[in-house]
RNA sequence: GGGCGCAUAACUCAGUUGGUUCAGAGUGGCUGCCUUACAAGCAGCAAGUCGGAGGUUCGAGUCCUUCUGUGCCCA
């Protein structure tokens, strides 16, 4: 079968997908194994896949394939968040767009109906897209946080805490969003520096005086003024405190008192306290008891408690731009100057939002907290990277209470009821209840009016923060509130959790604390921080900007494996990557490059049984291999060969080194490649349970790319319509099998792919459930001496470029006879090797020096090679002779270390011998370039 | 103001408990190759006082102090 030259992953990914899932091979259901779990972060159900998805999705992917690999009960639940202000405000856009209806005009029951057609029909269509990144979920357990089952669950949760008296109502300073009419909890205000103007405006005294200048960057906020406040250290304002003065434009009097709060270098040093729109003046408030006069509405317009008439109405900005009219009209503006200050914004709506006074739900943070904190400290539940837990601990030992309560529709309304009676106040007759019947009850116990109806009670028309339900993720997916010794209890804690560290108090910190709540359990051994994904000026990628590249299309033209690869191969936990297409491009041309490996592969032919041929070409030469060439094992027909048969990897690299079918050389490349392989795998092991995927992906790649296929595949490599023999083909089809195994996690589709096309398969034998290749011990002492054939080869692949001699043109190298290059040598393969990865024609080891030859060092032997051309001796002067310099430097710092003999003494005996084989090698090698020099 | 990071090649970044020839990778650059798997490729090369200064140690890119620059979080 013809293979194309280029790897094209559209319709391969497309197959193997669909076939992993109808295989069933991502279900998890609880049975004897150890289970592997993990929990989506789920997106918002408007979402569609971006950057920062992949990135994250991807991590999970890679961890769940290994889990399945390795053997576990790999368990991957998938599911979107409601995201209620998002997705409310995506609803109530469509109902105008589309049904020509206004929010206002709907009754809720109505809205909600129209909100989850929109769902159903819009929503998650981030899931299908997940598919196409090659996400391994168990779909069957997609779950949604507005699922009937997950809704009663938060319900339940609110119940709870109610009970246990962790949560309450109350009147509150909040964040208020006038787009949204909504209130907001503090991690949702996003500041930003922004430019500002600072008035300076005059309140005259009562008695006539020139009373006291105030500097406010919110003029429009003075008529909800109820005091000026100074600080009672500052000199210039001492006599002032306990005088009244009067509000510009209407005259109201308010006292001015004194408060450490003020800070005495800020503006005029004088502050007007306006407790109805500032946090800290509502608090100064609070402490001398002054009233709270609200002026600006939930909308943003100023209403008339102003009792200034011509700003009534006007949209707090507006109202801003006009009052600078006024106070000069009534000569109370001093000055107008330009700062920057602090604006806090709507996450959601980029609305500047309106500190505001108001009744909502809090949950108790502190009792919650402690065993959260407790938790990430102790490092029952592990940070990667660590230094996230400063941040953690620096949010948790300054909690403050949770306002849970949001002014929408689309979310889990809040499960409490009042009495409409008039004059009852609220606080007093409220009943939370699973359902109204149940609330009923209560009110009628409470009152002991036993006529009370469904009618003469008021459900609170909030919904839930959508992190009062998100928070509740882990457990409530496996159903653990319902039936906590249920599947949640094979499931529960999960292994890690991977998500962006922006959501570290949002959501991380919530689902500890609801773990323990609940569950008296973490929700999650591990958390594994992803970075921001950025784009190459370092900007976070957002719509806005537009320099999100979109991630259908970088799929589609890299290949699911190829965009993998990149944001993999960039990614260490914790970082910021800074996304570039470049690093897709990559990812394409690795996979490219691993199916050339198989076009070739696939390409060699292997004779029919028969009499075996000697693959590894003989040259006389003055060099005596160590022994005869010991002949292949006989072999059973059908038989796999000595090199490959083994099942186990123990056995595999526990092989004696022989000779086979293909010669003394492949038989060393084979054994090299697999002890290669299982150092290769080692440094894998390690890299995952540290959670170091790149690190472990990159040392993949570069086995794959410099190891295997440079090295490896070219030195079995038959010549030219050569056919190969049988031992060498099998070997290399078994290696290249397993490093598809081991290389699946990150790149699943090419190496089904290329699973399947390496062997015929039986139905079910696919790469997606092998057992990972488990690492052995290795022989590091041959690879080290394949190392020392590379060197040489390299070395004598420079000669060749300097000398411009070309690629394919025979050379004659002469080795000087030594002991170590005897050792070398000794090798069965070692020798042949050289001659075909260096293109040799004849390669002698002898104590003469030959003439007209470029040399050089490797390790401690010298290599001559010939060439027909004359030597440039001053150049080659010059060359030998920095290269000595270079030498004699080294030696001198080794001998450095070992004469002090505190180093000798105190360094371990290994590091010390070390330096001696250093120094004696170095020694050598000045030897060696000193009797290069003088024979010149 | 409080806290947390980062600073290594032209660029983007690795570098694990301090110790092998440890100063690395990819990209970019340079030289040469259309070599029968791959030009999305092959072979080779050059570039860094590891931000500055001090300290601990037999030994520091790695630990400590400090300075400078820079980014982020909280207030």
């Known amino acids: 079968m013809e293979l194309s030259t280029r790897y094209t992953p559209s319709e391969i990914e497309e197959r193997w997908y669909a076939h992993w899932e109808g295989r069933g091979y991502f279900r998890s259901v609880p049975d004897e194994r150890e289970p592997f779990s993990i929990v989506i972060p789920p997106p918002n159900v408007t979402g569609v896949l971006h950057m920062g998805h992949m990135l994250n999705n991807t991590i999970q992917d890679i961890l769940i394939r290994k889990a399945r690999l390795d053997g576990k009960n790999a368990c991957w639940v998938p599911g979107t968040d409601h995201a209620s202000i998002a997705t409310e405000a995506k609803v109530v856009h469509w109902l105008r767009e589309e049904k020509k209806l206004r929010k206002v005009d709907l009754t809720r029951e109505a809205f909600m109906d129209y909100a989850y057609q929109w769902k159903d029909k819009y929503g998650g269509i981030i899931l299908h897209q997940l598919r196409k990144l090659g996400a391994s979920c168990d779909w069957d357990r997609t779950a949604f946080t507005m699922d009937k089952g997950y809704y009663d669950d938060v319900i339940q949760v609110f119940i709870d805490l109610y009970k246990k008296d962790k949560l309450y109502r109350g009147l509150r300073m909040v964040n208020w969003d006038p787009e949204a009419k909504t209130v907001l909890s503090n991690e949702e205000v996003i500041y930003g520096e922004e430019n500002a103007q600072l008035y300076h405006i005059q309140y005259k005294g009562v008695d006539g005086s020139a009373g006291v200048t105030i500097a406010t960057q919110r003029p429009e906020t003075i008529f909800a003024d109820v005091a000026i406040a100074v600080n009672p250290k500052d000199p210039r304002y001492t006599s002032l405190v306990g005088k009244q003065v009067l509000i510009p434009l209407i005259d109201r009097a308010i006292p001015v008192i004194a408060d450490d709060y003020v800070d005495i270098e800020f503006g005029t040093g004088a502050l007007k306290i306006t407790p109805a729109h500032d946090p800290n003046d509502y608090e100064v408030g609070q402490r001398h008891k002054l009233d709270v006069i609200d002026t600006i509405a939930d909308d943003g317009k100023l209403n008339d408690k102003c009792t200034f008439l011509p700003i009534v109405g006007l949209d707090r900005f507006e109202a801003r731009k006009q009052m600078r009219g006024f106070l000069e009209g009534c000569e109370s503006l001093v000055k107008i100057e330009d700062y920057m200050t602090n604006i806090g914004r709507s996450e959601r709506t980029n609305a500047v939002v309106e500190p505001k006074l108001s009744l909502q739900w809090f949950v108790k943070m502190t009792d919650l907290g402690a065993p959260a904190l407790k938790a990430v400290i102790d490092e029952e539940v592990k940070f990667y990277p660590p230094h996230f837990q400063n941040l953690y601990r620096n949010w948790m030992e300054n909690l403050r209470d949770w306002c849970i309560s949001r002014q929408l529709w689309w979310g889990q309304q809040i499960p409490a009821w009042y009495l409409k009676s008039e004059g009852l106040s609220q606080e007093t007759h409220v009943f939370v209840a699973a359902n109204a019947d149940e609330a009923l009850l209560k009110a009628k116990e409470a009152t002991g009016n036993n006529q009370l109806t469904l009618n003469d009670l008021r459900q609170d028309e909030d919904v839930l923060d959508t992190w009062a339900s998100s928070w509740l993720w882990p457990i409530s997916v496996f159903d653990g509130f319902k039936k906590p010794d249920g599947e949640v209890s094979y499931y529960y804690p999960t292994n890690v959790l991977v998500t962006g560290w922006d959501i570290i108090f949002f959501w991380v910190a919530r689902m500890i604390m609801a773990g323990y709540e609940f569950r008296g359990e973490k929700p999650f051994k591990a958390v594994y921080f992803t970075g921001m994904v ?76 028969g009499p075996l041929i000697r693959g590894g070409e003989r040259i006389s030469s003055g060099i005596s291999p ?20 083994s099942e186990s990897d123990e056995a595999r690299t526990s092989l004696p080194l022989m000779g086979g079918q293909g010669g ?46 440079a090295w490896y595949l070219e030195m079995v490599k038959p010549g030219y319509e050569q056919p190969i023999d ?87 190298i002469t080795v000087q006879d030594s002991e170590t290059a005897r050792a070398l040598f000794a090798q069965e393969g070692f020798r042949e090797m050289l001659m075909k990865m260096a293109v040799l024609e004849s390669l002698e080891l002898s104590g003469e020096e030959p003439a007209n030859a470029k040399s050089f060092i490797s390790g401690t032997d010298k290599f001559f090679v010939a060439l027909n051309q004359t030597i440039d001796v001053a150049a080659e002067r010059k060359k030998i002779t920095e290269e000595l310099e270079y030498q004699r430097g080294f030696i001198r710092s080794i ?13 371990p005996a290994a590091v010390v011998d070390n330096e001696r084989k250093k120094l004696a090698d170095g020694l050598a090698r000045v030897q060696m370039l000193e009797e290069s020099l003088s024979k010149l």
Not at 561 to 582: E, P, Q, T
Not at 629 to 644: I, K, N, W
Request: glycine residues 6%.
């Open 726 to 812: 049988q031992e060498t083909y099998e070997a290399t089809i078994d290696i290249y099998s397993r490093i598809m195994v081991a290389l699946h996690p990150f790149m699943p589709f090419v190496t089904e792919e290329i699973w399947h096309q390496l062997r015929a398969r039986t139905e079910g034998d696919d790469v997606c459930v092998q057992k990972y290749p488990k690492a052995v011990a290795f022989d590091l002492a041959l690879i080290t001496q394949v190392e020392s054939a590379k060197t040489i080869i390299t070395g004598i692949r420079e000669v060749r470029n300097q000398n411009q001699v070309k690629p394919r043109d025979p050379l004659a």
């Open 534 to 609: 950025r784009d190459k000026q370092r900007r976070k990628m957002s719509k806005s900007l537009g320099n999100s590249p979109d991630a259908l299309q970088l799929l589609e033209d890299f290949g699911a494996d190829g965009v993998r690869y990149g944001l993999m191969s960039s990614a260490a936990a914790g970082g910021d990557i800074l996304f570039d297409d470049k690093l897709c491009e990559n990812g394409r041309n690795f996979c490219n490059k691993l199916w050339n490996a198989l076009r070739l592969v696939k390409g060699w032919s292997v004779p029919p049984p």
């Open 895 to 907: 001998e450095g270390k070992l004469s002090n003999e505190r180093f000798v003494a105190s360094a």
């Open 626 to 645: 160590s022994e005869e060439a010991r002949t292949s094992p006989t072999q059973m027909e059908g038989e796999r060969s000595s090199l490959v048969l």
């Open 664 to 709: 003394a050389k492949n038989a060393l490349a084979i054994h090299w490649i697999n002890h290669k392989f299982q150092q290769t795998l080692t440094q894998i092991e390690s890299d995952f349970e540290q959670f170091r995927l790149s690190e472990a992906l990159l040392g993949l790649y570069s086995f794959i790319w410099d190891d295997f296929c």
